[in-house]
C-alpha cells in the first residue's frame, strides 16, 4: 500500500463479505486450468493512477512463473500493461509475486522473487528506475540473497516515514522434501536496498490451519495498531491454494494471528485466496486486490473496492 503524498485515511481489515461477491476480475489466467495463474497482485496510487504489478505462471513443466508485469489503470479495475519483464532477464527458474514500490524521492522499484534453477531456492532481486517504463531496461541487483539453509521470497515493504520495512516468507532447505514450510521475517534498512533481518514476525500455529507456513500479504502501519493479512495452510498439499488470516501487531516487528482465521477464501474448492493487497483512498475507501481460485482450478486477478 503505498499512495502519493495526499494524507489518506488508514484502512482497516476487510470483512469476508462484500471481499468476494462484490469483486470484478482485472485480469484472467492465459489457459483455462489448474497451474495457470494471473495473480499475485502488488498495488499502489500515484498522483491518482493506480499502479498494478503481477505475477503471470504457467503450470510446473510449462515455464511456471514466466513475468513479471506492471500495469497503469485510471479507475483501479481496467489496466494497460506498461513493462513486462521475464524470468530469463533474472536468469530465474521462476518468478513469483513482485513488490511495486514508489519512493519518497519519486523513484520507482519492482522486487522479484527469482527461482534459482535447479534448486529450492529463492532469492530476491531489484529493478530500480526514474519511471515504471524504465524498468524494462533496469540491471537487476540481488538485494536479499537468501542462504544455502533459507530460501528468501514475496517481499512486502512499507515506508514509515523514517525506514523501511520488509517482510519475506523465508523458507527452511534442510528437508528436500519439506521446502514449502515458511515463517515471514521482518527486516529494517535506511535505504530499502540493505538490510537487517530482526526476527520472526509470523509463524504457523501448530494444529491449526495455518500450521504449515504463513506469509505476509500486506501490512498496514498505524502505529500499536497495525495489522496484516497473510496467507497460511495447514498442509503441504495445500501449497498454491493459501487462504488469508489476520495478524495484529504485539511488538516491535511481530504480529499474532487472529485466531478466527481464516478470514478470507474463494467458494471454489480448495479454496484458494492469497497475496491480498489494499490501497487506501482519499475518501475513507479501500481497494483491494489478490489472486483466487476458479471454478476450472486456475487462478484470476480481482479487485473489489469496499468503502469507508
Known amino acids: ?75 483501479g479495475v481496467r489496466f494497460e500493461p506498461v513493462v513486462a519483464v521475464g524470468k530469463d532477464a533474472f536468469g530465474a527458474e ?53 542462504s544455502d539453509a533459507v530460501a528468501v521470497k514475496d517481499p512486502v515493504l512499507r515506508h514509515d516515514g523514517e525506514r523501511w520495512h520488509l517482510w519475506a516468507s523465508v523458507h527452511p532447505l534442510d528437508d528436500p522434501d519439506a521446502t514449502d514450510r515458511m515463517t515471514t521475517e521482518h ?8 538490510w537487517t533481518w ?20 500486506t501490512v498496514v502501519l498505524d502505529g500499536d495498531r497495525s495489522w496484516a493479512l497473510y496467507d497460511g495452510r495447514a498442509t503441504a498439499g495445500e501449497n498454491w491454494e493459501e487462504r488469508t488470516g489476520l495478524a495484529v501487531r504485539d511488538g516491535d516487528g511481530a504480529f499474532t494471528a487472529d485466531p478466527g482465521g481464516p478470514l478470507l477464501q474463494s467458494p471454489n474448492p480448495p479454496g484458494g485466496l492469497r497475496y491480498a493487497d489494499v490501497v487506501a483512498l482519499p475518501d475513507g475507501g479501500a481497494r483491494w486486490y489478490y489472486e483466487a481460485t476458479r471454478p476450472d482450478g486456475a487462478h484470476e486477478l480481482r479487485t473489489v473496492l469496499l468503502p469507508r
Open 198 to 217: 530482526r526476527g520472526t514476525a509470523l509463524a504457523g500455529t501448530p494444529g491449526s490451519w495455518d500450521a504449515r507456513g504463513v506469509r505476509f500479504a
Open 1 to 75: 500500500m503505498q499512495t502519493d503524498d495526499v494524507p489518506v485515511p488508514i484502512p482497516q481489515p476487510p470483512a469476508p463479505d462484500p471481499f468476494w461477491s462484490e469483486a470484478e476480475v482485472v485480469l484472467e489466467p492465459e489457459d483455462p486450468r489448474p497451474g495457470s495463474w494471473a495473480g499475485g497482485p502488488s498495488a499502489v496510487q500515484v498522483d491518482g493512477v493506480f499502479w498494478l504489478a503481477y505475477r503471470l505462471r504457467r503450470p510446473v513443466g510449462e515455464g511456471r512463473g514466466f513475468a513479471n508485469v506492471v500495469a497503469r489503470s485510471a479507475d
Open 187 to 194: 527486516a529494517t534498512s535506511p535505504d530499502g536496498v540493505g
Open 94 to 146: 521462476s518468478l513469483e509475486r513482485p513488490a511495486l514500490v514508489h519512493t519518497p524521492d519519486g523513484h520507482w522499484r519492482l522486487y522479484v522473487s527469482c527461482a534459482t534453477p535447479g534448486t529450492k531456492h529463492w532469492r530476491v532481486d531489484l529493478l530500480e528506475a526514474d519511471s515504471v517504463a524504465g524498468l524494462a531496461t533496469a540491471t537487476p541487483r540481488t538485494v536479499l540473497p537468501g
